[in-house]
């Protein structure tokens, strides 16, 4: 437990703390190129496909017009993708 002097000024430092992140952050933010915005969308729209991909071979499997194991292998590179996206994604986060 903090002091009794701290815990006066814990507001006062949390919210110094605070903006000076934000600062910084929004800095960052400037950094950024716009060839990395583009290299994001373009793997959010690949994963959309993968997606959109599964559900038209579902389709199709329920329908009985692909087989389980074309549909299995399809699932399982939308899974990767996905596992891939959310890893970038975390670590994006994780940078600041």
Known sequence: MLPERSQKHCPVL???FVTEINTKLE???HIRSRSMK???SKAYKELLAE???KRKVHGMWKEG???WEAYRNVVRACRD???KAKA???LKLAKG
């Open 14 to 16: 949390c919210h110094a």
């Open 38 to 40: 583009k290299v994001e």
């Open 81 to 83: 993708a996905t596992r």
């Open 88 to 90: 970038h994604l975390e």
């Open 27 to 29: 800095k960052k933010s």
């Open 51 to 53: 997606i959109r991909q």
């Open 65 to 67: 017009q692909a087989t």
